[in-house]
């Protein structure tokens, strides 16, 4: 009964099966395998000479080869983790080359690893696909501009951090799970001290159904262009602030002196702005002279936005299908100041190398890898040339939408906005049913 027990959780709850019998067999595999299994994957290295030396005085065996030592060994919700502390002459990079080689030795699903400091690698196992059925751990860290969307494929959190990567790219073909990534910003944004800004030129039908949680929207090139002029206006307006803030002076600390809204005192602080543009090339493409006129001036708004937004507050999250430079000119000077990319499922090489080809090339043939069936699958990376894959977990219009809903008394009013925020109904207090004699019109 244990045993089908045990094959019935690993079928069709490996997560389950991974937390009752999965955990405490992978610990086993790893402490009794390991020596021969470092030493199988060229991860030892030969004994100190001192102690060579003893063994031909003392007339005993050579002493054998000694793999990295085991500093930490921590059982996780998703697998293992596994801090090694590495032998003189070893490299991160050592460990790193023979993650795959590991991860059949130990029998686990996934091994990846990263250099903690010097001398020092963690090892994460996992013990099942957690991207198949993405489950969010209870606990997560949700400081302010800081949002959880997605679970990475190492079993930890996969966070949007406005105020480490100011803007982002996110590219995907139709059916990818771009939206859905959307949705898991503005859900996880929606209870912050935030301004959420919507361009939607697909006539709102994905950032409208959310309108009670946007300060400002626009569904057409023409309102974009207005919108994005005033969060420019707006943008120099705060830097006003922050100038009159400074307060340089002998006396004060250098911590105390302000260079953009977060060193202000709380009670002067501006709101931060959270800019989401779906589709952006139907605001670089045009046919006729004045469209390219007004394509110009928003590609430029744009630029301005992502080279002087992030002390004032303002925040890029860009999304399209394609993101070159087809779209003109403008367009790959947006692109370099874009710092957080993100690539769902691409249907060509080239869009892949959009996202990556200039920050993280091994990253281009992870991105166009993804089966089509595995919709929400993505790959994350920046400028530092980490990459990582990630899956949303699944969030439907109607949970957005009631999310937007419940935190609507928190859309801050932003005067510079004021023009452009969206005309909504007052939310019901109850669904009436209709009676058998009321009209239908009723």
């Not at 094959?7 to 709850?13: K, N």
């Not at 002998?250 to 959270?274: G, N, S």
């Not at 069936?373 to 990376?381: F, K, V, W």
């Amino acid at each position: 009964m244990v045993v089908a027990t045990a094959g019935l959780l690993r079928w069709r709850r490996p997560a389950w099966y991974w937390l009752t019998f999965g955990v405490t067999l992978a610990v086993l595999r790893v402490l009794f395998r390991y020596a021969s299994v470092m030493d199988a994957c060229g991860l030892t290295v030969p004994p100190p000479r001192w102690r060579l030396a003893l063994a031909r005085m003392t007339n005993r065996m050579a002493p054998d080869s000694r793999p990295p030592r085991i500093l930490r060994l921590l059982p996780a919700r998703t697998g293992v983790v596994l801090r090694l502390k590495l032998r003189p002459g070893q490299d991160a990079f050592d460990v790193a080359a023979a993650s795959d080689r590991l991860r059949h030795s130990f029998g686990m699903y996934g091994v990846t690893s990263r250099e903690l400091r010097s001398g020092v690698v963690e090892v994460r196992m996992t013990g099942y696909d957690v991207l198949k059925r993405v489950q969010m751990p209870a606990r997560l860290d949700t400081r302010p501009m800081r949002v959880p969307v997605a679970l990475r494929a190492d079993g930890s959190v996969h966070y949007r951090d406005y105020r480490t990567v100011p803007h982002g790219l996110t590219l995907g073909a139709t059916e990818s799970g771009k939206s859905v990534y959307q949705r898991n910003l503005v859900a996880g944004l929606a209870p912050q001290h935030v301004a959420l800004v919507g361009i939607d030129c697909k006539q709102g039908v994905e950032l409208f159904p959310l309108a009670r949680r946007f300060s400002a929207l626009a569904d057409n090139p023409d309102t974009a262009l207005e919108l994005l002029e005033a969060l420019v206006t707006h943008m120099q307006e705060v830097y006003q602030l922050i100038r009159a803030e400074q307060r340089i002076s002998v006396a004060v600390p250098d911590a105390e002196i302000a260079a953009d809204i977060w060193d202000l005192p709380e009670d002067r602080r501006p709101v931060p702005v959270v800019v989401l543009v779906d589709e952006v090339a139907e605001l670089a493409l045009y046919a006729s002279k004045e469209e390219e006129k007004r394509r110009d001036r928003i590609i430029t708004a744009l630029v301005r936005l992502a080279q002087l937004g992030r002390a004032a507050g303002i925040y890029l999250e860009i999304c399209g299908q394609r993101f070159g430079s087809e779209l003109g000119k403008g367009i790959t000077m947006l692109r370099a100041q874009l710092t957080g990319r993100t690539a769902h499922r691409v249907n060509d090489e080239t869009s892949a190398n959009m996202a990556f080809g200039d920050i993280a090339p091994d990253a281009v043939l992870a991105a166009i890898q993804i089966p089509a069936e595995t919709r929400g699958l993505a790959i994350s990376g920046d400028s530092s040339g980490g990459w990582h894959r990630i899956r949303a977990p699944h969030t439907s219009l109607r949970q957005a939408v009631n999310l937007c809903n419940k935190y609507a008394d928190r859309t801050p009013d932003v005067p510079a906005l004021a023009p452009f925020r969206p005309a909504v109904a007052a939310l019901p207090s109850a669904r009436v049913p209709l009676s058998k004699t009321a009209p239908a019109t009723a």
